[in-house]
């Protein structure tokens, strides 16, 4: 199974964030309805600044690394 290191525009502390929820490979990561992994993220991940905690832009991260495209080329 493709592992979510091998998704673009992931760095460790988003791989990191996501394992806390259980999202380990990239096939966990496309079927998760973006906005419950969202929610959950919320819950186990405070929010110290957008870019270090579970801000909005995870949304958006996610889905583009879903298509395996980098979110700050999007």
């Given at each position: 199974?493709?592992s979510?290191?091998?998704?673009?525009?992931?760095?460790?502390?988003s791989r990191?964030?996501?394992?806390?929820?259980?999202?380990h490979?990239?096939?966990?990561?496309?079927?998760?309805?973006?906005?419950?992994?969202?929610?959950?993220?919320?819950?186990?991940?405070?929010?110290?600044?957008?870019?270090?905690?579970?801000?909005?832009?995870?949304?958006?991260?996610?889905k583009?690394?879903?298509k395996?495209?980098?979110?700050?080329?999007?």
């Open positions: 199974m493709e979510v290191d091998q998704l673009k525009g992931l760095g460790p502390k990191v964030m996501l394992a806390k929820i259980g999202i490979t990239a096939q966990q990561l496309r079927q998760a309805d973006a906005f419950e992994v969202y929610a959950q993220l919320r819950q186990v991940v405070p929010v110290v600044r957008p870019a270090w905690g579970a801000s909005r832009c995870v949304l958006a991260r996610d583009a690394a879903t395996n495209r980098d979110f700050a080329a999007a």
